[in-house]
């Protein structure tokens, strides 16, 4: 159906006898008008907001754009339109009382970073270099200074994540920001922190790839790049956000883990969730519970220190300020030896040392959220198992299949290396698990090789998020398939 909206807006302001030009300006309040009827949008607030903004310049155009305003929703009641102009009536969403803004997923990644730091007592800095689409995390972090922020553009992806090795060497928390192409480039010097054992936390707003790829479209193919893409064993933690607000709470738990671990975390967001905004209730600071840094100061009553000795609960190093009188030491990307914190070569020493990192990683699963199902049975035919930013139209999805009797449960991972330590468990009470994925199924291979789980993947790599009827299909064929 074609509208002359040019032709009904001068209509509308004919009685104003506004200037060709002035008049013409109104179509667009009358199309905000029909768009307003056909989302059932209450039109006071606009009109108001009119009269408070324009009137005291000019009440003959005020007066014109509110009539075009009323004339394109009384078109909408009057005009009995079909399809696909249909009224559409959308419920007022049920939120829970508070104070709310809207963001994004790089301002609350900002916001995350920083109120870690301030749980665990410690300054932050950031060492960045420009990429789409995580910038924006480098931008709002450079205007929050009086929160003992430092930020630094670097030269190039390798220099940003040195000068973080430096600074969590220094006794801050040293985070870098960056997407699939530039961890590339970090990969050897995070293999730096992983054997220097140092918290770090790198964020990677996931796009397309490979190489340059698809720089403004989004994508989750870096997760075997943030389980795997190292040299030699080198293992870490590996978080991943859901959406813009959850990002805020992701942040934190990032940074309790690679302080309290001292290791180094890898953050995964998307371009999705990273330009995506939402609706953020303004949580209350106070109930979150503080893990402040201890650093080391006991000095030894002879010998030098080993900065490698280690907590026997947690098996993390102790982290010593450069500077502290009597602590002198040296740590590094060469072997050291497990007694003594020097250089060693040894065979059986690099064997220990190679164990004990890994039952470092692997032992944080004790220090994390078992496992829980967002939505359906802790048991039954399928679980829809996701991560990222598939959350939304995962959970539409099997909202309305199990609205109609489906047997689907969803299930949503956070924490993707280590994974809960009842996530195994969890999955074997399934017949089946669906995992939707966008990249070619890098979250059911790890799932298989963890679990021996005969996980299927729907696989989507067109640089655009699951449409929920797109999950909602494959978890209807994966229930009436018999094999």
Excluded at 109 to 122: D, K, Q, S
Excluded at 232 to 251: I, M
Excluded at 354 to 367: E, L, N, S, V, Y
Aim: aromatic share 8%.
């Amino acid at each position: 159906m074609a509208l002359d909206i040019t032709r009904l807006t001068l209509e509308a302001v004919k009685p104003f006898a506004l200037s060709n030009r002035d008049a013409l300006r109104c179509k667009a309040m009358w199309a905000l008008g029909l768009a307003l009827w056909m989302f059932d949008r209450d039109r006071r607030p606009l009109i108001e907001s009119l009269h408070a903004k324009f009137g005291a310049k000019s009440d003959k155009l005020v007066a014109a754009n509110v009539a075009a305003l009323n004339a394109g929703h009384a078109y909408g009641e009057t005009a009995e339109i079909d399809l696909p102009l249909r009224q559409l009536r959308v419920p007022r969403a049920e939120m829970a009382p508070g104070l709310y803004r809207t963001v994004t997923g790089g301002e609350t990644i900002a916001l995350g970073l920083v109120v870690g730091c301030h749980l665990a007592g410690l300054p932050l800095f950031l060492g960045s270099y420009p990429i789409t689409p995580k910038s924006q995390i480098l931008h709002y972090l450079a205007r929050l200074k009086e929160y003992d922020v430092t930020t630094f553009q670097a030269e190039d992806e390798i220099a940003a994540i040195c000068s973080a090795i430096g600074a969590s060497y220094a006794g801050q928390l040293g985070v870098t920001t960056s997407s699939g192409p530039g961890v590339a480039l970090k990969s050897e010097a995070l293999g730096l922190a992983i054997m220097s054992e140092l918290p770090l936390v790198v964020v990677n707003a996931q796009r397309g790839g490979p190489s340059t790829g698809l720089p403004t479209k989004t994508e989750q193919s870096d997760l075997y790049q943030a389980v795997y893409g190292r040299n030699g064993d080198a293992p870490l933690v590996v978080v991943a956000a859901r959406s813009p607000s959850d990002c805020f709470e992701t942040a934190i738990e990032a940074v309790r883990l690679a302080v309290q671990f001292m290791t180094p975390v890898i953050l995964l967001t998307d371009g999705y969730i990273a330009n995506a905004a939402e609706p953020w209730r303004i949580p209350d600071l106070a109930a979150y519970e503080t893990f402040p840094v201890e650093f080391f100061s006991e000095v030894p009553a002879q010998g030098r220190i080993n900065p490698y000795q280690r907590d026997p609960q947690t098996l993390k190093r102790i982290w010593i300020k450069p500077g502290t009188p009597g602590l002198t030491h040296r740590i590094g990307g060469i072997e050291r030896s497990f007694n003594t914190g020097e250089i060693s070569y040894d065979a059986a020493n690099h064997q220990k040392m190679t164990d004990i990192r890994k039952a470092k990683i692997d032992g944080i699963a004790k220090f994390i959220p078992e496992q829980e199902v967002q939505l359906g049975e802790s048991h039954g035919k399928l679980a829809v198992v996701g991560w990222g930013s598939t959350y939304g139209p995962i959970q539409q999805a099997v909202r309305r299949v199990r609205a109609r009797g489906g047997d689907v449960s969803h299930i949503h991972l956070r924490h993707l290396s280590p994974f809960p330590k009842n996530l195994g468990a969890l999955l074997q009470h399934y017949e089946r698990i669906l995992v939707p994925e966008m990249n070619t199924g890098q979250l059911k291979t790890l799932l298989r090789d963890q679990f021996l789980i005969d996980a299927k993947s729907l696989n989507k790599v067109s640089g655009q998020p699951f449409m929920i009827a797109e999950i909602e299909a494959a978890v209807e064929q994966a229930l009436s398939s018999r094999s």
